[in-house]
T-cell receptor
Framework: KAGVTQTPRYLIKTRGQQVTLSCSPI?????VSWYQQTPGQGLQFLFE???????NKGNFPGRFSGRQFSNSRSEMNVSTLELGDSALYLC??????????????FGQGTRLTVV | GQQLNQSPQSMFIQEGEDVSMNCTSS?????WLWYKQDPGEGPVLLIA?????ELTSNGRLTAQFGITRKDSFLNISASIPSDVGIYFC?????????FGKGTKLSVKP
């Protein structure tokens, strides 16, 4: 069974630009969560999508948004990029029986650098 | 908000040694998860715990869900070089997964 796939692996953007990251969950998983990982703040929860609806949301500004498609694939968008948005963005999917607080299987992440 | 205190922050291991790390919180969790992350990779799930008092093993790894539901520990027995990396605990409740800051395991020089 294929794992969680995130694309692209690396990205360099300029301040003020916007970026879209993609995540394909494990087949059969309908819950997709996004996390931001930085050395200073650790792993922080952004939001969770289930059946194309945002089910839970962390404490991030509105510049961070996401969506989920009918095939459970998810995208995350960050608008008006700031230097502080440089981070490893991780996507995780959870089995149908659980949600964001149950077993979460992570992708390799997208390393975003804002210059 | 909910916070997890994970300790130690870092430790050096010698091959063959046993290792212990733990996470504590003032909040109650329904789930405790333990992950390992290698540089440049995403966290890999090691052990998932769902019941207070539950003790679960995965090879040389053993983890327990504390009786109070506010803590969990992870033990690694007879460590080997490939055990180096960063270990994270995560507590789950009410649609939320909170992560500890991690324990960095390095090999003793």
């Amino acid at each position: 069974k294929a794992g969680v796939t995130q694309t692209p692996r690396y990205l360099i953007k300029t301040r003020g630009q916007q970026v879209t990251l993609s995540c394909s969950p494990i087949s059969g998983h309908r819950s997709v969560s996004w996390y931001q990982q930085t050395p200073g703040q650790g792993l922080q929860f952004l939001f969770e999508y289930f059946s194309e609806t945002q089910r839970n949301k962390g404490n991030f500004p509105g510049r961070f948004s996401g969506r989920q498609f009918s095939n459970s694939r998810s995208e995350m968008n960050v608008s008006t990029l700031e230097l502080g948005d440089s981070a490893l963005y991780l996507c995780a999917s959870s089995p149908p029986s659980g949600g964001v607080s149950s077993e979460a299987f992570f992708g390799q992440g997208t390393r975003l650098t804002v210059v | 908000g909910q916070q997890l205190n994970q300790s130690p922050q870092s430790m050096f291991i010698q091959e063959g040694e046993d290792v212990s790390m733990n996470c504590t919180s003032s909040s109650i969790f329904n789930t405790w998860l333990w992950y390992k992350q290698d540089p440049g990779e995403g966290p890999v799930l090691l052990i998932a715990l769902y019941k207070a008092g539950e003790l679960t093993s995965n090879g040389r790894l053993t983890a327990q869900f504390g009786i109070t539901r506010k803590d969990s520990f992870l033990n690694i027995s007879a460590s080997i070089p490939s055990d180096v990396g960063i270990y994270f605990c995560a507590g789950g409740s009410q649609g939320n997964l909170i992560f500890g800051k991690g324990t960095k395991l390095s090999v003793k020089p």
